[in-house]
């Protein structure tokens, strides 16, 4: 089997809350998709999609996904998809770097494999370790009051566990955390996601005005330096998320004790085959995940919940179901959450999910013979 083609698409993705806001005033309105399709000679294709969270989260952005699969796709052309090592290692033989633009074509390609094999993702990387799997919601940076009203919304919609978004004046996220750990009750989860936001002093002050709640705190600084000084000065339970963008540095974090635990995003670390290997050894060094991406709609989604349900269930701290936070579906099939703030996931061969052609429109670009 061999790649023939690689089709991009872009799409824009609006959010029903309107907009997303995190740390140091920024926010976006309508998501920047791209979804690749790769087509092979055997008849079979597979999908995948990149959804950066804007230019100024990790380095990455929407434009570059295109960009980077331009100069990528004619390097891929008569590669066996299925051969997913021999890919990767392609991938990063022609482009250094980028691992979000490899991402997709890496997930497009276990898609292949799935259909090719009659097997879901899941199967293939670990096998079912749970039957649904459990959803956090992020809870868009706002005034104290508002984000605990959409705290208690969304308990009604049966998430358990909250991920807020603070990284702003320190003073207006002690308030951020007390007022939302209030509308909490018993087997609620709260974390206090920073997205580098901080600075030292300012972290500081944060977990020790809020030493006596119940709450998580992830990537409150910039450097990694800053982040493990944080973690040193407070007993609160630590997540890493932003400097984690590989396996080199999650062998370091795992040798200082940096975290308790890491959010995993599938486009950050270069797609699902290394994102697996990621999680492996999380897994083994005691590592707790939140399995999710930058941003998606319905391809991503899928992705997620494939690793996800793959992942051993205690260290899975939560996935998300970025496709409910969008008014857009891109594809037949996706995971849809649960009243009870769980999702189940296909057991169709490949990602399981089908693109709505029309959501897609015309092709960007489309390499290959
Ligand atoms: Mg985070």
């Known amino acids: 089997m061999r790649i023939t083609r690689v089709t991009a698409y872009q799409i824009d993705l609006p959010l029903v809350e309107g907009r997303y806001s995190w740390s140091n005033g920024n926010f976006v309105e309508t998501f920047d998709a ?10 079979v294709s597979g999908i995948g999609e990149c959804t950066p969270l804007g230019p100024a989260y990790l380095p990455a952005y929407a434009a570059g996904v295109r960009a980077g699969l331009k100069e990528l796709a004619p390097k891929l052309i008569g590669l066996d998809p299925r051969d997913l090592g021999t890919l990767n290692r392609r991938m990063d033989a022609a482009m250094r770097g980028h691992p979000y633009v490899k991402a997709p074509v890496d997930v497009a390609c276990w898609d292949i494999l799935g259909k090719a094999t009659g097997q879901p993702v899941w199967r293939l990387l670990g096998g079912a370790q749970m039957e649904r799997v459990r ?8 005034s104290p009051d508002e984000m605990a009203a959409k705290v208690s919304a969304y308990k009604k919609e049966g998430y358990t ?19 939302c750990a209030k509308v909490l009750g018993p087997g609620d989860v709260l974390d206090a996601d920073a997205n580098t936001g901080w600075t030292m ?3 500081a002050r944060v977990v020790n005005a809020v030493r006596d709640v119940d709450v998580y705190i992830e990537q409150p600084c910039r450097s990694y330096e800053e982040c493990l000084s944080v ?5 609160l339970p630590f997540i890493l998320d932003e400097n984690i963008d590989g396996l080199a540095i999650l062998q370091r974090a795992i040798a200082d004790g940096a975290m308790d635990a890491i959010n995993l995003k599938i486009s950050k670390v270069g797609g699902l085959t290394k994102a697996r290997l990621i ?7 005691g590592l707790a995940m939140i399995i999710e991406d930058t941003w998606g709609g319905d391809i991503v989604t899928a992705a ?14 939560a996935a998300t179901d970025f496709n409910s936070y969008g008014t857009k579906d891109i594809a037949n099939g996706a995971p849809k959450r649960d009243p009870d703030g769980f999702m189940a996931v296909s057991d169709q061969p490949g990602l399981g999910v089908e693109p709505i052609r029309e959501a897609l429109g015309k092709p960007v670009f489309s390499i290959g013979g």
């Open 135 to 142: 959803l956090y919601r992020a809870i868009s940076q706002q």
């Open 304 to 317: 997620i919940a494939h690793l996800a349900r793959s992942t051993p269930e205690e260290f899975l701290f």
């Open 231 to 235: 973690r040193r000065r407070t007993p």
């Open 161 to 179: 566990k909250f991920q807020l978004k603070v990284g702003g004046e320190a003073d207006d996220d002690i308030a951020r955390i007390k007022a």
């Open 201 to 203: 002093h300012e972290a």
């Open 279 to 285: 999680r492996d050894v999380a897994v083994e060094a």
């Open 34 to 43: 791209t979804v690749i399709e790769v087509e092979t000679d055997a008849g």
